[in-house]
């Protein structure tokens, strides 16, 4: 045990030695909630919408005005009958395209269907699903408001009828969502880094050569190098914690306890996974790299933190279940938006505990292994 | 009690390379042993494998009465270990040094206090202990290293190429610590490419491609030459003259030494005559012919020349 303080008071000692790496566990991810925070901003506003409004009527006017009236959208051009739709949207003059039909207003006094058309640019996939998920709001609002006005019919379908792909809640801010992700990505990122980078560097030196030559146990020095680097990785999560409370009003809805149960399962398979690297390297810039190839592509990408895992081919979404920022993102949006604990997780919980176990356990019988 | 370090038909291959080939010698406690060959000869790889961090290929070495390949880390309890790399920690200071090898060691509290106080004082570093072990100049950090290293009272001291790179003086300072130790009882195996170095050992072993060529002490080596004699021959051509002599009969190995050249020949006297005539003959007047007392040097070409057939990296 006193082995591995030594070990532990001198990593950390080296740690506050060099401001820059400090500063690159404590810095770097206040500095990424604000960039990822305000530029990864998915809401969407002020969207040029078309509109080519063939039923002049009472009823089409007012669905006009329930999507002009919101903020998302605004009125780039009045179509007649018959204008270039095509032409409008490749000039790029409208991002989106309300059709509505003559039959709208006739349909809805008949308490038919009333089908409306929206065209929307999809050259940005991503806008494009947030503004169909604003329209989709917005006509469930407008069946609502005609509801009472035809009191006495019994319970039907909608009168106005959108089947979009893309559920999507107009109340979200995408920052609330984005928080737990970024969580997941910098605590893999930087408690990858760090360790990798801190035996890599004794590597290099040499140090290492000497520490094996003493009584040190590989298991002594592993729990040595991972006890600093735990206690700055937590310290890097409550400074993300505060930060996005302070900035985007972030609030963590679920108990605090099980928060820090599922950071400190999901870090120690990041620290492992960082001990793991420094194995296969053999110099500080190949851990640099490799460490930050395999912690990071994996947590942004195949984590969906930023790209909905549903929406990903199916290889790629095998792929994701190997990913532990996966199951840690399911499980801490959970807890910090819905307000959940760790139990509706367990299986997700389960996997994070058993790929803890997993990169100590390899990790371990890399340093055990000694040149044969 | 045995033998501090036994080694027994110790090899280590890397693929088809043969680095320590057949070695075979024993350390008594309290000695102080050195591995004298050139870069590449295979020094550090026999030390890598006393202290476990490499495993043989072939053969045995116990360090303490202990196999080291079997038990390597109650091997590792008894051992201090010094390599020519400076191994502290150069952004901690000297007393965070200190406490950290004492606390990997298991010292703590007023015992590690006490032997820190102890490395200072024998380091010579008082009033440095503050300082970034980085800031340090060469001969102090080496002190250090070696201080950090005998933290735990080990019976053995590794010390591989502990000198490189250090000033005359620092490095004398560190030999007296060195023989002080050896005097309190301590053990200690050195390698060293430096002639001068081994004259401190009192026993050496000379290797030259991974196999020990010769082993004894310097003045048991030196008895190669007994009954025979080095000539120094300085002359204007030495290269020349070095081919020219080579073919001489009643010449031994002749080996250059600068711009002069060392020849071992049975009888000086006739020999020096001899030589004189030969290279005279082409026009390479002999400037000076003196016997000389052979060095350590004389001994290691001679013994590697006789070992003959596998050339060393140098």
């Known amino acids: 045990m006193r082995r591995i303080w030594a070990v532990a008071v001198k990593d950390l000692r080296q740690a506050a030695r060099d401001p820059f790496s400090l500063l690159m566990l404590l810095g770097i991810p206040t500095f990424m909630l604000l960039l990822y925070g305000y530029a990864l901003n998915f809401d969407v506003r002020h969207v040029r919408l078309a509109v080519q409004d063939l039923s002049h009527s009472a009823a089409s006017r007012d669905l006009v005005a329930s999507f002009l009236n919101s903020t998302h959208f605004d009125l780039a051009a009045a179509l007649p009958a018959g204008a270039d739709l095509e032409t409008l949207t490749e000039r790029r003059q409208a991002k989106a395209i309300l059709v509505i039909p003559e039959s709208f207003s006739g349909d809805l006094e008949a308490g038919r269907r009333a089908v409306v ?13 947030t503004v169909l998920g604003y329209a989709s709001a917005l006509a469930d609002r407008f069946n609502a408001s005609l ?21 999507f809640n107009p109340e979200l801010e995408s920052t609330q969502f984005i928080v737990p992700g ?21 590597k290099e030196r040499g140090t290492m050569e ?7 146990r590989p298991g002594e020095l592993i729990a040595g190098k991972m006890l600093p680097y735990l206690a700055i990785s937590l310290a890097a999560t409550a400074v993300i914690l505060a930060a996005a409370r302070l900035l985007f009003d972030v609030v963590v809805k679920g108990p605090y306890l099980h928060l820090f149960l599922v950071v400190l399962v999901y870090l120690i398979g990041a620290l492992g996974l960082g001990l793991l690297v ?11 790299q490799v460490g930050a190839l395999i912690s990071m592509l994996p947590a942004i ?39 959940a604990g760790i139990a509706p997780y367990w299986p997700d919980m389960l996997f994070l505990v058993a790929n803890a176990a997993l990169m100590m356990g390899l990790a371990w019988a890399r340093l055990t292994r000694r040149e044969a | ?79 201090g270990y010094m390599t020519q790399r400076f191994s502290l920690y150069e952004d901690l200071t000297v007393r965070q040094n200190l406490t950290f090898f004492g606390g990997v060691y298991g010292l703590r509290g007023p015992a590690l206090r006490e032997r820190a106080g102890w490395a200072v004082a024998m380091a010579g570093l008082e009033g440095r202990e503050d300082a970034l072990a980085r800031g340090l100049p060469g001969g102090w950090r ?13 019976r053995l001291l590794l010390l591989d190429e502990p000198t490189g790179g250090v000033d005359p003086i620092s490095r004398r300072r560190f030999w007296e610590l060195i023989e002080r130790m050896a005097a309190e009882g301590v053990t200690i195996l050195v390698t060293t490419h430096s002639l001068d170095e081994a004259e401190h050992c009192g026993r050496i072993a000379l290797m030259h491609a991974g196999r020990v060529v010769a082993l004894g002490s310097v003045a048991e080596l030196k008895e190669v030459f007994a009954g025979r004699a080095v000539l120094e021959v300085s002359c204007p051509r030495w290269l020349e003259a070095m081919r020219r002599l080579e073919t001489l009969e009643g010449v031994g190995e002749v080996s250059p030494f600068g711009d002069r050249l060392h020849v071992v020949v049975a009888d000086p006297g006739r020999a020096r005559g001899r030589i004189e005539a030969a290279l005279a003959a082409s026009g390479n007047v002999p400037m000076a012919i003196e016997r000389i007392v052979p060095s350590l040097e004389d001994v290691f070409i001679h013994y590697v020349e006789t070992a003959g057939g596998r050339g060393g990296e140098t």
């Open chain 2, 142 to 154: 080496q002190r250090l290293a070696l201080a950090c290293s005998v933290l735990h009272r080990p």
């Open chain 1, 210 to 216: 000497q520490l094996l030559v003493t009584s040190l």
């Open chain 2, 1 to 79: 009690m045995g033998p501090a370090i036994r080694i027994q038909g110790l090899t280590r291959r890397f693929g088809s390379f043969t680095a320590v080939d057949d070695v075979s010698f024993e350390v008594q406690p309290g000695e102080v042993f050195g591995l004298l060959g050139s870069n590449g000869a295979g020094k550090s790889t026999v030390i890598r494998m006393l202290c476990g961090l490499m495993r043989p290929t072939a053969g045995e070495a116990r360090v303490l009465g202990v196999d080291v390949a079997a038990r390597p880390e109650e091997v590792k309890r008894g051992l």
């Open chain 1, 147 to 167: 509801a009472p006005g035809l009191a006495g019919t019994e319970p039907r379908e909608p009168l106005v009828d959108y089947r979009p792909r893309v559920w």
């Open chain 1, 278 to 288: 420094s194995s296969v390297s053999h110099s500080q810039s190949m851990a640099f």
């Open chain 1, 182 to 202: 970024l969580i997941g990505f910098i605590l893999m990122l930087t408690a990858v880094l760090s360790t990798a980078l801190s035996v890599v560097r004794e």
């Open chain 1, 301 to 339: 990408f195949l984590s969906g933190f930023i790209f909905p895992i549903r929406s990903m081919p199916a290889a790629l979404q095998a792929v994701t279940y190997l990913v532990p920022a996966r199951y840690f993102l399911v499980i801490v949006r959970g807890i910090i938006l819905k307000g």
């Open chain 1, 117 to 129: 058309q929206l065209i929307l640019d999809g050259t940005d996939a991503g806008t494009a699903s």
